[in-house]
C-alpha cells in the first residue's frame, strides 16, 4: 500500500498548489485518469486519500477511477490505434508494439459545486 499512499499524498498537493483555501472547500469530486498498465489498487489510493484528506478543508471530496485505454504504435509500419485489451502484435501488419499510454496516473478532471466562483 506504500505506492498507493505516495499516489493519494500527490493528489493532496495537486490540489493544495492549484486551489486556494475558499476554493478547496468547493470541490466536490476528483476524476484520475489511470492506465491500464498501472500496478496500482484503485481501492488502497481511494482508502489513503480518505485517511489523508480527514484533517483537510477538502475532507469531503471523492475520488472517481476513469481506466484509460492503451495507446500503441507499431515499430514496424508506424500504425497508431488504441486498445482496451493487452496487443502484441499490430493488427495491420503484425510487427511488434510500443506502448504509447497506458502506464500514467494524472488529474482528469476536479468538479466543484455548482454555486462555487
Not at 19 to 45: H, S, Y
Not at 51 to 69: A, L, R, S
Request: hydrophobic share 35%.
Amino acid at each position: 500500500m506504500h505506492h498507493e499512499l505516495s499516489i493519494a499524498e500527490r493528489v493532496k498537493i495537486f490540489l493544495e498548489n492549484n486551489f486556494d483555501k475558499n476554493q478547496l472547500k468547493d470541490i466536490k469530486r476528483i476524476d484520475i485518469g489511470i492506465g491500464k498498465l498501472v500496478m496500482a489498487d484503485k481501492e488502497n489510493i481511494r482508502e489513503a486519500f480518505d485517511m489523508i484528506k480527514k484533517e483537510t478543508v477538502f475532507n469531503e471530496v471523492e475520488i472517481n477511477f476513469i481506466t484509460d485505454e492503451l495507446r500503441y504504435e507499431c515499430k514496424e509500419c508506424g500504425e497508431k490505434f488504441s486498445s482496451a485489451d493487452y496487443e502484441l502484435h499490430c493488427p495491420k501488419c503484425g510487427g511488434n508494439l510500443k506502448v504509447l499510454t497506458g502506464e500514467e496516473i494524472y488529474i482528469k478532471n476536479v468538479e466543484r459545486s455548482p454555486n462555487s466562483k
